[in-house]
């Protein structure tokens, strides 16, 4: 009797982590109230809300590129993610470059002044510009996400 119990425990604590490992969510402002949550991102495929599987994607992130919906053709790339730099469509060339990421900041095109700086990411916040005070937070972003899955992440908000 006590093996079951341990085995039933085992059980429904898989059940209720397998979800809550490795996936990301998205809040507004500095907020972590269901009724805030705008996105979350599973296994590289952002659904709002608290939507999981079952639920159609808006948009899929595979190797570094961002793509629309569930499809991971080369006809439904959004954005290609190469070195920080994130390039219009499935594209290298330096005309097509749209932002560029340095670890905390996102600039405008391929440029890196202060003056073109268009968020900045502190502390899992997403901020407008270059401030960081803790009440001009746009967006908080609540577990893991790669560079790429960060680009998803604004571009999904409309903020690109």
Do not use: C, W
């Not at 979800?19 to 009724?35: C, E, L, S, W």
């Not at 961002?66 to 070195?83: P, Q, Y």
């Not at 407008?128 to 967006?139: H, K, M, N, Q």
């Amino acid at each position: 009797m006590e093996n079951l119990n341990k085995l039933f425990f085992t059980f429904l604590l898989f059940f209720f982590l397998h979800d809550a490992i490795g996936q990301t969510y998205v809040y507004k402002a500095n907020n972590r109230f269901p009724q805030d949550l705008m996105f979350n991102i599973l296994e590289g495929e952002l659904r709002s809300g608290r939507n999981s599987y079952g639920y159609p994607a808006l948009f899929t992130v595979r190797d570094e590129q961002i793509f629309k919906g569930e499809s991971i053709s080369l006809l439904d790339v959004i954005f290609t993610n190469r070195d920080g730099f994130l390039f219009l469509g499935y594209s290298d060339n330096p005309y097509d470059i749209v932002y560029n990421f340095d670890g905390e900041r996102i600039y405008f095109r391929n440029r890196n002044y202060a003056i073109d700086i268009a968020y900045t990411i502190f502390r899992d916040g997403i901020y407008a510009g270059p401030t960081t005070f803790v009440s001009d937070v746009l967006y908080t972003i609540d577990g893991p996400y790669t560079e790429t899955e960060l680009f998803l992440i604004l571009y999904a908000l409309g903020l690109l």
